[in-house]
């Protein structure tokens, strides 16, 4: 296809150019918390000081919803998951790979973060939004408990 197109990513948490794709966020400096979004104040303790760090890359299916979007766009169906990463950072995000239904998706199964191609704008710049797929070097279904 000739010269690799540039990306951005779809959203300002996803970091592309810096090894693996992977999701920043925030760490309380008093408590620890790590959270997704950027903060004014940790919602745990209050306290307004927090340093930008890496968010892990793994974690597993908190909650799920299949969502099916009608008239005008027709999104769907697909599979929202709240993901509960390892660091203890709750990410929401679409479960790729899996069909979307019910019986399809297993809460607590491992997942990975993936990334792929949202779409192309006017200049051939490609968008790249993340998800989570099953985590393929741990069993669907592994007794973890
Ligand atoms: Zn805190």
Redesign the pocket.
């Known amino acids: 296809m000739g010269e690799p197109r540039p990306t951005v990513p779809v959203v300002d948490y996803l970091v592309l150019d810096d090894g693996p794709p992977h999701l920043v966020g925030s760490r309380?400096d008093?408590?620890g918390?790590i959270s997704l979004e950027r903060r004014n104040a940790?919602a745990?303790?209050g306290?307004r000081a927090s340093t930008r760090v890496r968010l892990a890359d793994s974690g597993r299916i908190e909650s799920f919803t299949i969502v099916h979007r009608g008239a005008p766009r027709h999104i769907g169906p697909f599979v929202s998951v709240l993901v509960r990463l390892d660091d203890g950072a709750f990410v929401k995000a679409n479960l790729v790979d899996v069909p979307a239904e019910p019986t399809a998706v297993d809460l607590d199964v491992p997942v990975r973060i993936v990334t792929y191609p949202a779409g192309t704008d006017d200049d051939g710049t490609e968008a790249i939004a993340f998800g989570y797929a099953y985590d393929p070097t741990e069993g669907a279904h592994r007794d973890g408990r």
Do not use: E, G, L, V
């Open positions: 309380c008093a408590c918390a940790c745990r303790c306290t």
